[in-house]
């Protein structure tokens, strides 16, 4: 079915510790997004992911969608306290289709 | 340029009440999705809008409805409110009906059941 699963739930850190979540679906995903949503916020968008292999960066941000378009990764570099809230992953599993949102990582950075 | 708006920002509901959810998308943004978030259930997908017309809708009973106005503004209404519709409503809007462009989410009504 459609479902986007999101490892982990939580994640604590150390500040300058570096940070993963992985998303996984399975079924081949069309897009796949990713939102940070800091804590009383709401989600706001980060990045979009299309191609088959795909790795963008954003300062130390690093955005993957796997080979199978089935998974994806956000990493981290030196997490800093400004990173703290959730991370979620949403998919698109055709075109025009909805946005599917995993259940999120909520990362807190220990200063 | 405004963001989206939805109002109120909280409610308070007694149970078997009904309740109405605003939403104003940016300006020209066609699209309108509605996500449910509790902390045990993430994000869940209530019903999306294009142009007035419902494009998908997700899996929750008939008692949650919406609709979009030809001004793109969007409602959503909860009938018989239970104890477990307690959440934070989320709009968010893109500016076609293909998801690819990315969502813009409001902050969102909490609405409270008691």
């Known amino acids: 079915g459609q479902q986007v699963m999101q490892i982990p739930q939580y994640q604590h850190v150390q500040e300058g510790e570096d940070f993963t979540t992985y998303c996984n679906s399975s079924?081949?995903?069309?897009?796949i997004q990713w939102y940070k949503q800091r804590p009383g916020g709401h989600p706001v968008f980060l990045i979009q992911?299309?191609?088959?292999?795909e790795v963008k960066k954003q300062k130390r941000l690093t955005f993957q969608f796997g080979e199978a378009k089935k998974n994806s990764s956000l990493h981290i570099t030196a997490t800093q306290t400004t990173d703290v809230g959730t991370y979620f992953c949403a998919g698109i599993y055709n075109q025009g289709g909805k946005l599917i949102f995993g259940q999120g990582t909520e990362l807190s950075v220990k200063p | 340029k405004a963001g989206v708006t939805q109002t109120p920002r909280y409610l308070i509901k007694t149970r078997g009440q009904q309740v109405t959810l605003s939403c104003s998308p940016i300006s020209g943004h066609r699209s309108v999705s509605w996500y449910q978030q509790t902390p045990g259930q993430g994000l869940q997908f209530l019903f999306e809008y294009f142009s007035e017309t419902q494009r998908n809708k997700g899996n929750f009973p008939g008692r949650f409805s919406g609709r979009q106005f030809s001004n793109s503004r969007s409602e959503m209404n909860v009938s018989t409110l239970e104890l477990g519709d307690s959440a934070l409503y989320l709009c968010?809007?893109?500016?076609?009906?293909?998801?690819?462009?990315?969502?813009?989410f409001g902050s969102g009504t909490r609405l409270t059941v008691v």
């Open positions: 079924t081949t995903l069309s897009n």
């Open positions: 968010a809007s893109s500016p076609s009906a293909n998801p690819s462009y990315g969502y813009t």
């Open positions: 992911l299309v191609k088959s292999g």
